[in-house]
């Protein structure tokens, strides 16, 4: 077996983790009233940051947005190692591992400050780009 199958799978999963944080991060909205009043508060209080009124708000959805960007390059990535010649699986296994470390990071970021559902799909995506870059054989 080569390493296009888990690869893809990879692909695949990491697309729908991106996909899965884009969508549901915007709509998310707490029902406790200690956690509305904060919600209330980063939409109304504004400062200055790098000379421009902002709210708290505008920097946890851009970053939320950021973070979502990269998720959307990680499959296309993941999808680009699978089709890797023999010539290129030395660069491909590197990078296929260096995906593998940044899942496991956030595994540890996602038990810290998320919880279990994103820990699960970042080891779900960790234990099969491992598997890829396992398979990946250089010349």
């Known amino acids: 077996m080569t390493a296009k199958l888990p690869l893809r799978i990879a692909a695949v999963v990491l ?7 884009t969508l549901g991060f915007p ?6 009233r200690a956690a509305l009043d ?3 508060a980063m939409h109304t209080v504004p400062f200055n940051f790098g000379g421009r009124t902002t ?6 959805q851009g ?3 950021a973070i979502s960007v990269s998720g959307f390059v990680f ?3 993941a999808w680009r190692l699978s089709t890797s010649s023999p010539a290129e699986a030395g660069l491909a296994r590197f990078i296929a591992w260096l ?4 899942q496991v990071a956030s595994i540890v970021l996602s038990l810290a400050f998320f919880g279990p ?3 699960g799909f970042s080891a779900a995506c960790a234990a099969i780009l491992a598997w890829g870059a396992l398979r990946l054989r250089p010349a």
Do not use: M
């Not at 697309?15 to 944080?21: D, N, R, V």
């Not at 709210?55 to 946890?60: I, V």
């Not at 995906?99 to 940044?102: A, F, N, Q, R, S």
């Open 63 to 65: 970053f939320g947005y």
């Open 75 to 77: 499959p296309i990535i």
């Open 38 to 40: 904060v919600l209330d």
């Open 99 to 102: 995906l593998c470390l940044i």
């Open 117 to 119: 559902v994103q820990a």
């Open 15 to 21: 697309f729908l983790f991106a996909l899965g944080h």
């Open 55 to 60: 709210h708290w708000y505008d920097l946890y």
């Open 27 to 32: 709509g998310f909205r707490p029902v406790e």
